[in-house]
């Protein structure tokens, strides 16, 4: 796998406002894929992106892969309390099947 | 809905000491993996296994790691002498590729963790 580099570390949004987080590499992904972890819990699947421009939705969330799959973002539109946890990009290189995870982005949503 | 479980749910050992951290993947998975994550850090793959033997593996699976498949169930590591920084805690996924390379097939299922907490 690649670094990949996420930002922001931390988010605090108001409950209803939206937030988004980037992940960047210095380099070609072959694919990306995204994952939820809550707090004390375990990274949880939401999408893998494969495709140049990509968009990918699910309810609030969107999903995009940069046209030169250098970068990706998820855009969460009206956060809701639920949506709290560490958001993680992660790269699965090509020819393998081990993901390198960026370092996070910690999102606070304050009711 | 199938799941991975992972016991126990917290080990504490003292430093020198073997432990054995075990895993139980989806039944029809044919992919597992280990990662690990140092309390508030990135999540840090360690190992993946196919068809009985490690495929891939990371600079931190040194000598000290090994990974088992004992029976058609259960997948473990071994770390066989535990040091203080392998405190962290250990996540042990699958993925359900049905043979060959189908990249767009490679959605890891995670299990709740084991917290290793090296004295």
């Known amino acids: 796998g690649q670094q990949v580099m996420q930002i922001p570390q931390y988010q605090h949004v108001q409950e209803g406002e939206d937030f988004t987080t980037y992940c960047n590499s210095s380099?070609?992904?072959?694919?990306i894929q995204w994952y939820k972890q809550r707090p004390g819990g375990h990274p949880v699947f939401l999408i893998q992106?494969?495709?140049?421009?990509e968009v990918k939705k699910q309810k609030r969330l969107t999903f995009q892969f940069g046209e030169a799959k250098k970068n990706s973002s998820l855009h969460i539109t009206a956060t809701q309390t639920t949506d709290v946890g560490t958001y993680f990009c992660?790269?699965?290189?090509?020819?393998?099947?081990?993901?390198?995870f960026g370092k996070g982005t910690k999102l606070s949503v304050i009711p | 809905e199938p799941e991975v479980t992972q016991t126990p749910s917290h080990q504490v050992t003292q430093m020198g000491q073997e432990v054995i951290l075990r895993c139980v993947p989806i039944?029809?998975?044919?992919?597992f993996y280990w990662y690990r994550q140092i309390l508030g850090q990135k999540v840090e793959f360690l190992v993946s296994?196919?068809?009985?033997?490690?495929?891939?593996k990371s600079e931190i699976f040194d000598d000290q790691f090994s990974v088992e498949r004992p029976d058609g169930s259960n997948f473990t590591l071994k770390i066989r002498s535990t040091k203080l920084e392998d405190s962290a805690m250990y996540f042990c996924?699958?993925?359900?590729?049905?043979?060959?390379?189908?990249?767009?097939?490679?959605?890891?299922?995670f299990g709740p963790g084991t917290r290793l907490t090296v004295l």
């Open positions: 996924a699958s993925s359900g590729l049905t043979g060959g390379r189908a990249w767009g097939d490679n959605e890891q299922f």
């Open positions: 380099t070609t992904l072959s694919n």
């Open positions: 992106l494969v495709k140049s421009g």
């Open positions: 992660a790269d699965s290189g090509a020819g393998s099947y081990q993901l390198t």
């Open positions: 039944s029809n998975h044919l992919y």
């Open positions: 296994f196919y068809n009985n033997e490690i495929s891939e």
